[in-house]
């Protein structure tokens, strides 16, 4: 296999069975470093970062063009080509997908092992069909005929997200942000003008 390939399977390994350690390990090092680091320091780092993961996918890519057989170059490059390259990747996943006769289908905490197969994480893969789609364009591809933007492509998304939604027990939706309450406006005081001076009370 492909140094390349191999290179990114590795990074959406990492990325689905290490999340816990990687989301505490973030923490602590923003929590440590928010003292020493502005926001503009680190919207650079979080830009580099996604700029090189880019330009990897977009290298591994290119490899599995070349030894597709027979060899694909990129401007022969359709949906039903991506799909099969996602389908390549799902292989080697680490993310545990139950099927719908396995007892803990839609358990998000299975208290025990179970034979069922493990598949590249949906998250991975919209990650990944994200960074390809703008590096498509900035290699020069046209908008209107972006693989990745495929229609097909966005519904085998869609599909991978709700079965393994169900499957682990997980929901991909996101979260509405509430609206705060809309403010009351205060009362308006009355204002009664004040006697003349010298005006006398009446009872």
């Known amino acids: 296999m492909d140094s390349n390939i191999q290179d990114f399977i590795d990074t959406c390994n990492s990325d689905n069975t290490c999340n816990l350690i990687t989301n505490s390990i973030t923490t602590a090092n923003l929590t440590a470093s928010s003292a020493s ?3 503009a320091s680190t919207s650079i ?10 330009r990897r996918d977009w290298n591994t890519f ?3 063009l070349k ?4 060899p694909l170059s990129l401007s022969r490059c359709s949906g039903a080509h991506v ?4 389908r390549y990747l799902d292989q080697f996943g680490k993310t545990k997908v139950h099927t719908p006769i396995c007892p803990f289908y839609g358990h998000p905490n299975p208290p025990a092992p179970c034979p069922c197969p493990l598949r590249q994480a949906w998250g991975s893969l919209d990650a990944l069909i994200g960074r390809l789609r703008a590096a498509f364009e900035e290699n020069g591809g046209k908008p209107e005929a972006n693989p990745f933007g ?5 519904l085998y998304l ?6 393994q939604s169900k499957a682990r027990g997980i929901s991909y939706e996101k979260k509405k942000r509430k609206r705060p309450p809309p403010q009351q406006q205060p009362m308006p005081i009355p204002h009664h003008p004040l006697p003349p001076p010298g005006a006398s ?3």
């Open 83 to 86: 799909l099969e390259f996602l």
């Open 158 to 163: 869609r599909e991978v997200r709700d079965l």
């Open 37 to 39: 680091s502005s926001p």
């Open 201 to 203: 009370a009446t009872h």
């Open 62 to 64: 290119g490899q599995y």
């Open 67 to 70: 030894n597709h057989r027979p």
């Open 150 to 154: 495929a229609r097909a492509v966005r």
């Open 45 to 54: 780092t979080s830009s580099s970062r996604y700029e090189n993961q880019k």
